[in-house]
């Protein structure tokens, strides 16, 4: 009963470095996606996924990129990391119009 | 663009005390509104209310939905101190796909006093 598995759970980057956080789920949904949760914010939609072989833009895209590689897997990369991307990363999946489930978190800050 | 708007975003209470958490919403082809908790880390599900004025319930949590108002509100009655959490409402629209995600509201701090 993993559910979905994020890693890592946490991360120092220096300001221009790049890393990939790596998600996958095990109860063989269609959909997944890429939150990020900042202070005072509550969760805003980077990427998603709503089937394998399909990428779409949420409400915050920029300095990111996706890669779905299966169904069973969603990445989120970061090219160059900023200061301003300093936050906690969720990933989650889903039936269509059904509950999401979430990944426990990647604490990202970038210095 | 879509909106959800929590309120209060932070409210203290004590032990034994009911509390009532509000969310209004603006969306484009409604479809749901969805009740989250997040305690330490990842947000776990609620509720999932679609039809108006029908009231979802679970122990001493409870939660309803106005579609003509355009708000719901989350019931908890006689908080313990395990109820302090984020409180997280998020809404889903109808679209072709069938998932383009939610969007959150800003989330209600809700803190439990002994």
């Known amino acids: 009963n993993a559910g979905v598995t994020q890693t890592p759970k946490f991360q120092v980057l220096k300001t221009g470095q790049s890393m990939t956080l790596q998600c996958a789920q095990d109860?063989?949904?269609?959909?997944m996606y890429w939150y990020r949760q900042d202070p005072g914010m509550g969760l805003r939609l980077i990427y998603y996924?709503?089937?394998?072989?399909?990428?779409d833009k949420g409400e915050v895209p920029n300095g990111y990129n996706v890669s779905r590689l299966n169904k069973r897997e969603f990445s989120l990369r970061l090219e160059s990391a900023a200061p301003s991307q300093t936050s906690v990363y969720f990933c989650?999946?889903?039936?269509?119009?059904?509950?999401?489930?979430f990944g426990s978190g990647t604490q990202l800050s970038v210095l | 663009e879509d909106k959800v708007v929590q309120s209060p975003l932070s409210l203290v209470v004590h032990e034994g005390d009911t509390v009532t958490l509000n969310c209004s919403y603006e969306?484009?082809?409604?479809?749901?509104l969805l009740w989250y908790k997040q305690e330490k880390k990842a947000p776990t599900f609620l509720f999932m209310l679609?039809?108006?004025?029908i009231e979802k319930k679970s122990g001493r949590l409870s939660s309803i939905l106005d579609k003509k108002e355009l708000f719901s509100i989350l019931n908890i009655t006689a908080t313990q101190t395990g109820d302090s959490a984020i409180y997280l409402c998020?809404?889903?629209?109808?679209?072709?796909?069938?998932?383009?995600?939610?969007?959150f509201g800003k989330g209600t701090h809700l803190i439990i006093q002994p």
């Open positions: 996924s709503a089937s394998e072989g399909t990428t």
């Open positions: 109860m063989n949904h269609n959909s």
């Open positions: 998020a809404v889903e629209a109808m679209s072709g796909g069938g998932a383009d995600g939610l969007t």
């Open positions: 989650a999946s889903s039936r269509a119009y059904e509950k999401l489930f």
């Open positions: 969306v484009t082809n409604f479809r749901s």
């Open positions: 679609t039809s108006s004025g």
